[in-house]
């Protein structure tokens, strides 16, 4: 049976990473788009990047809400089966 995919935007986000956590543990695969800034804001989703049962099913992403371009083709490129925003 093939794993379910997960676009999520804001991933670095309260509610991003909750639902991160909470797909991962449902067996997804989940990808995650963070904006570019000049910040690293990746305090709420480092145990899970960094956590090696989550390794091979949880990716990051850069793109902003904004850029109809990089959004397309990240779809393209992931393919999901859910997108949360």
Do not use: C, W
Not at 25 to 48: A, F, P, Q, W
């Amino acid at each position: 049976m093939k794993k379910k995919i997960a676009l999520i935007t804001g991933v670095t986000g309260q509610d991003g990473s909750y639902l991160s956590e909470f797909l991962l543990k449902k067996n997804y695969i989940v990808h995650g788009i963070k904006r570019k800034s000049s910040l690293i804001n990746t305090e709420r989703i480092d145990h899970i990047y960094e956590d090696p049962k989550y390794k091979k099913r949880f990716f990051l992403h850069y793109g902003d809400m904004t850029d109809k371009s990089n959004l397309n083709k990240l779809i393209h490129q992931i393919d999901p089966d859910e997108v949360y925003n």
